[in-house]
């Protein structure tokens, strides 16, 4: 096993992956192989951690509270993925050099409370046999991707293994792309190109064109908000807390469910313009107005408001994709991302592919839509040749492209 890391692009790898781009601190450990069909995947362990909770208060992700909790945490979820991949050793006799050691404490210089922790675990458990660290190392927010990469830099340094740095958003494709075989074991599916990506989620709102695999052309994005965040403000005018997207896809169920009627008219953004752009900011610019104007919205009025919302954001997201696929021919979509687990979106954007004939609709299941560090293990096993032992420029990039 140890030999395959001298080849290029080894057959099987097993690969531990680490997370911390936004609010989950996420540990993933997978073994992959290549294989005619597409990527084969065996699930060895997943450790998550959402923070949500804790941000609830600021209204939204705090990055500086974020980067302390991922460093809070990495270690103990770090342990509980080994643990649950029947990976963790214990050793008397440490197999960490000193130097290894002295820079790893440089390497973490601003997360002294990390060096500690992973210091203590290094001196007391063997090396366990990753062929690759993966790590976010962009897009999302800079201080809470600095947190991952260095944990990885120290691994990587104290084990000699390489790093093999994901697009954040690679990896909420490589999610959707993911085809459950059984509760262990998926295949990346390679889609029929020209393939569309939709990626939806709290910090972005993307259409992509796949004409070559793994080959990324923008084709529209959102001119302000992301379609995560006019769920959440929204929710927040509502006196929903962080994050409130889930809890307005549920009001929005209720009142459907209650049949309710339908008393307000929220905006569809740039619905009917002549391009792939989305703009959500004014939609939660129009929920402030109409919670000011009805003033203390009973419990029932927020149902409705909360459905009409979900209705806007899915009418502009269907009539958009639906465009753009029809603009570039594309014979598949994937659809991914935080606000791909909502399952009215979801239904609309299943009935508005269902039109086209021999086309393949790739959406993560809702587990794998919000951040996760499976997706980064996922996306890590699409480029095992882009592992590397050379990190010392290896750094985070909070607007990082994947184009
Ligand atoms: O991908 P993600 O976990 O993190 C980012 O990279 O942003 O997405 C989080 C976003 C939040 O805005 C959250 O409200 C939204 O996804 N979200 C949902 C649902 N589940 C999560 N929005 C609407 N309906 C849902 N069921
Ligand atoms: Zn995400």
């Given at each position: 096993m140890r030999l395959e890391v001298q080849v290029l692009s080894p057959p099987h790898m097993r690969i531990l992956a680490i997370e911390t781009s936004c609010?989950?601190?996420?540990?993933?450990?997978?073994?992959?192989?290549?294989?005619?069909?597409?990527?084969?995947?065996?699930?060895?362990a997943d450790a998550l951690l959402s923070q949500?909770?804790?941000?609830?208060?600021?209204?939204?992700?705090?990055?500086?509270?974020?980067?302390?909790?991922?460093?809070?945490?990495?270690?103990?979820?770090?342990?509980?993925?080994?643990?649950?991949?029947?990976?963790?050793?214990?050793?008397?006799?440490?197999?960490?050099?000193?130097?290894a050691i002295a820079e790893s404490k440089d390497i973490?210089?601003?997360?002294?409370?990390?060096?500690?922790?992973?210091?203590?675990?290094?001196?007391?458990?063997?090396?366990?046999?990753?062929?690759?660290?993966?790590?976010?190392?962009?897009?999302?927010?800079?201080?809470?991707?600095?947190?991952?990469?260095?944990?990885?830099?120290?691994?990587?340094?104290?084990?000699?293994?390489?790093?093999?740095?994901?697009?954040?958003?690679?990896?909420?494709?490589?999610?959707?792309l993911a085809h459950t075989q059984d509760a262990?074991?998926?295949?990346?599916?390679?889609?029929?190109?020209?393939?569309?990506?939709?990626?939806?989620?709290?910090?972005?709102?993307?259409?992509?064109?796949?004409?070559?695999?793994?080959?990324?052309?923008?084709?529209?994005?959102?001119?302000?908000?992301?379609?995560?965040?006019?769920?959440?403000?929204?929710?927040?005018?509502?006196?929903?807390?962080?994050?409130?997207?889930?809890?307005?896809?549920r009001l929005a169920a209720v009142a459907r469910a209650e049949n309710l009627n339908q008393p307000y008219s929220l905006p569809r953004p740039m619905l009917d313009t002549d391009d792939s752009d989305f703009s959500f900011s004014g939609l939660k610019t129009a929920v402030r107005n109409l919670?000011?104007?009805?003033?203390?919205?009973?419990?029932?009025?927020?149902?409705?408001?909360?459905r009409e919302l979900e209705d806007a954001i899915t009418d502009v997201l269907?009539?958009?994709?639906?465009?753009?696929?029809?603009?570039?021919?594309?014979?598949?979509l994937i659809v991914s991302g935080g606000v791909s687990a909502n399952t009215y979106i979801r239904a609309a954007l299943e009935e508005m592919v269902s039109e086209y004939e021999d086309f393949k609709l790739y959406i993560s299941t809702p587990e794998l839509a919000t951040d996760n560090g499976t997706m980064i293990a996922l996306a890590a096993a699409l480029r095992p040749e882009r592992a590397t032992s050379d990190t010392n420029d290896l750094g985070a990039h909070g607007n990082m492209p994947l184009y």
């Open positions: 609010d989950e601190t996420g540990i993933a450990i997978i073994d992959t192989e290549q294989t005619r069909d597409g990527v084969a995947v065996t699930l060895r949500a909770l804790l941000h609830a208060e600021y209204g939204g992700v705090y990055p500086t509270l974020a980067k302390r909790e991922h460093a809070k945490n990495l270690t103990p979820l770090f342990v509980e993925a080994l643990k649950k991949a029947k990976m963790f050793e214990p050793t008397e006799s440490p197999e960490v050099d000193k130097e973490l210089e601003r997360e002294p409370e990390l060096f500690v922790q992973l210091a203590v675990l290094l001196a007391q458990i063997k090396k366990p046999a990753f062929d690759a660290i993966a790590v976010t190392n962009g897009p999302g927010l800079e201080p809470a991707l600095w947190v991952g990469v260095n944990f990885a830099k120290v691994l990587s340094r104290a084990w000699n293994i390489p790093i093999l740095p994901v697009n954040h958003m690679e990896g909420h494709i490589a999610a959707a262990e074991k998926v295949i990346i599916e390679r889609p029929r190109l020209p393939a569309l990506a939709l990626l939806i989620s709290g910090g972005h709102t993307e259409l992509v064109l796949i004409k070559d695999w793994l080959t990324y052309e923008k084709v529209g994005a959102t001119r302000d908000d992301a379609v995560g965040e006019a769920f959440d403000k929204s929710a927040r005018l509502l006196g929903i807390p962080y994050p409130g997207g889930p809890e307005i896809s919670v000011q104007e009805i003033s203390d919205p009973t419990d029932e009025q927020k149902k409705q408001i909360a269907v009539t958009k994709t639906k465009r753009a696929i029809g603009e570039h021919g594309a014979q598949s």
